[in-house]
């Protein structure tokens, strides 16, 4: 079943512009986190922000947490034609910190 | 950089055959996790291993999925009989532990059943 829902569900931009990603959930969560994929490869993990965060930043990447509203945005800056990949939040719930992924967004970052 | 290494790369098999996939984490790595990702979807958790033990495999088809992790190291997952609909992106992952740890994936097994 998916706990995360990505929005949108794809993303074309130009190469420089900043790509802002959208994560919602629906049940409480010990932290989330964001992954990347290239086309037929392994996840990457990008970035994990703790149930008591609201923002945290690495390198390019930009992760806010609402837990109020239960949602997630990730947001990369100067987006690179290497960038161009999909993108998964998932949310780590429960005693065993279970990880649920989203579908996934599709960002293109147009050279 | 330490990785996660998974074999093999690409498998097809016939539908009924047996089927296998191995994975070898990264070491000191304690929770081992294998995923099932269906083409344009999100990574599905089968099983999760913390060290020897299966902690959750609550989605595993337990009439034809199997897996272990006998040494609390590397873990082979088994389909038998492999059907059309098993055909997925089979991905291994580990961690150091289950709470609050990023996951490092493995390039992940291509699976075509014909």
């Known amino acids: 079943s998916q706990q995360g829902e990505e929005d949108p569900q794809a993303l074309s931009i130009q190469e420089g512009e900043n790509a802002t990603m959208n994560c919602s959930y629906k049940t409480s969560i010990n932290n989330l986190q964001w992954y990347r994929q290239n086309s037929g490869r392994g996840l990457v993990h990008l970035i994990l922000i703790r149930s008591n965060e609201r923002e945290k930043h690495s390198g390019r990447l930009r992760v806010t947490l609402d837990t109020s509203k239960k949602s997630s945005s990730l947001l990369i800056t100067a987006s690179r034609a290497a960038d161009t990949a999909s993108y998964f939040c998932?949310?780590?719930?429960?005693?065993?910190?279970?990880?649920?992924f989203g579908k996934g967004i599709t960002l293109s970052v147009r050279p | 950089e330490a990785e996660v290494a998974q074999s093999p790369r690409y498998k097809i098999t016939e539908k009924s055959q047996a089927v296998a996939f191995w994975c070898d984490p990264i070491s000191g790595h304690a929770t081992l996790y294998w995923y099932r990702q269906i083409l344009g979807q999100g990574p599905e958790l089968l099983v999760q291993f913390q060290d020897e033990s299966v902690v959750d495999d609550s989605q595993l088809p337990k009439d034809r999925f199997s897996a272990e992790r006998l040494k609390g190291v590397d873990s082979t997952l088994k389909i038998q009989p492999a059907e059309l609909g098993d055909s997925a992106m089979y991905l291994c992952?580990?961690?150091?532990?289950?709470?609050?740890?990023?996951?490092?994936f493995g390039p992940g097994t291509r699976l075509t059943v014909t």
């Open positions: 992952a580990s961690s150091w532990g289950p709470r609050t740890y990023e996951q490092y």
């Open positions: 998932a949310t780590d719930t429960g005693a065993n910190s279970k990880l649920t």
